[in-house]
């Protein structure tokens, strides 16, 4: 069985991958480090990311020509809509565009042949500093604000409602229960309030948008079976995007 985590190999044994056939993909896990409800941990996002891109890449081998490997993930981003809250650590948007570019420039010079960045925290200033890294063909985005993926999540993403709630909550128990606190998450009364709605309005924060406790949502109704399908759904949004970026059928 072949490393699929970049951090494992070694200079040999990544040069040896790259000699191979099959052209190499870098998968970057990206999310932020803020609140997610009181029963989320602090890195919900890169959780999310890196299990998307685990399952992406044995859609990779089963579909060849690509083989895909998860690199290093970003772990802080733009998460200025969480101000005020304990845990919340943002990064200025130019500072992160030139760090994860520089993330792209040194992976390419590896030999890999394409990166794509997989983002789950979805904050408008976020999605915008991650995609200014694309300036070349060998760069993609992999992210679920786009109409195109978005559509093919669940209803809750889709209303807006989705910061910490049943749609990112299902995915975290299906990915590392470990970061779920289950005492707490059971008994979270829903909280209807559409963060798209909200930031489309010009409301930009948690607290000014009447999230008091940092989620939106359901948590209550979270499952390990819809994490299981939304986690299948986010791979094939990883697989689509690399293969229309490259022009192999998607
Ligand atoms: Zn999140």
Redesign the pocket.
Same mark, same amino acid.
């Given at each position: 069985m072949r490393e699929k985590f970049l951090a494992r190999h070694t200079t040999a044994s990544l040069q040896q991958l790259i000699g191979d056939k099959r052209a190499v993909v870098a998968l970057v896990p990206i999310?932020?480090t803020?609140p $997610?409800g009181p029963h989320l941990g602090l890195g919900?996002?890169v959780v999310?990311s890196a299990a998307a891109c685990v399952r992406a890449c044995e859609t990779f081998d089963k579909r060849g020509p690509l083989v895909a490997v998860v690199a290093p993930a970003v772990s802080y981003g733009v998460t200025d809509c969480a101000d005020g809250f304990t845990g919340a650590v943002s990064i200025p948007a130019p500072v992160l565009t030139a760090y994860v570019q520089a993330i792209c420039d040194g992976l390419l010079a590896s030999g890999i042949k394409h990166v794509c960045l997989v983002n789950?925290?979805?904050e408008p200033a976020h999605d915008a500093a991650i995609r200014a890294c694309v300036r070349e063909k060998q760069i993609s985005v992999a992210c679920p604000l786009t109409r195109k993926w978005a559509r093919t999540l669940s209803a809750e993403f889709k209303s807006g409602a989705c $910061?910490?709630g049943r749609y990112?909550t299902s995915i975290v128990m299906a990915a590392a229960p470990e970061f779920v606190d289950e005492s707490i998450r059971t008994v979270l009364k829903p909280v209807p309030i559409s963060l798209s709605e909200k930031l489309s309005a010009g409301v930009n924060t948690f607290s000014a948008m009447g999230m008091e406790l940092a989620y939106a949502g359901d948590p209550a109704a979270a499952t390990v079976e819809e994490g299981e399908a939304l986690i299948g759904r986010l791979a094939d949004m990883i697989v689509g995007e690399v293969r229309e970026s490259i022009g192999l059928p998607v």
């Amino acid at each position: 069985m072949r490393e699929k985590f970049l951090a494992r190999h070694t200079t040999a044994s990544l040069q040896q991958l790259i000699g191979d056939k099959r052209a190499v993909v870098a998968l970057v896990p990206i999310g932020s480090t803020e609140p $997610h409800g009181p029963h989320l941990g602090l890195g919900t996002d890169v959780v999310i990311s890196a299990a998307a891109c685990v399952r992406a890449c044995e859609t990779f081998d089963k579909r060849g020509p690509l083989v895909a490997v998860v690199a290093p993930a970003v772990s802080y981003g733009v998460t200025d809509c969480a101000d005020g809250f304990t845990g919340a650590v943002s990064i200025p948007a130019p500072v992160l565009t030139a760090y994860v570019q520089a993330i792209c420039d040194g992976l390419l010079a590896s030999g890999i042949k394409h990166v794509c960045l997989v983002n789950n925290h979805l904050e408008p200033a976020h999605d915008a500093a991650i995609r200014a890294c694309v300036r070349e063909k060998q760069i993609s985005v992999a992210c679920p604000l786009t109409r195109k993926w978005a559509r093919t999540l669940s209803a809750e993403f889709k209303s807006g409602a989705c $910061h910490a709630g049943r749609y990112e909550t299902s995915i975290v128990m299906a990915a590392a229960p470990e970061f779920v606190d289950e005492s707490i998450r059971t008994v979270l009364k829903p909280v209807p309030i559409s963060l798209s709605e909200k930031l489309s309005a010009g409301v930009n924060t948690f607290s000014a948008m009447g999230m008091e406790l940092a989620y939106a949502g359901d948590p209550a109704a979270a499952t390990v079976e819809e994490g299981e399908a939304l986690i299948g759904r986010l791979a094939d949004m990883i697989v689509g995007e690399v293969r229309e970026s490259i022009g192999l059928p998607v």
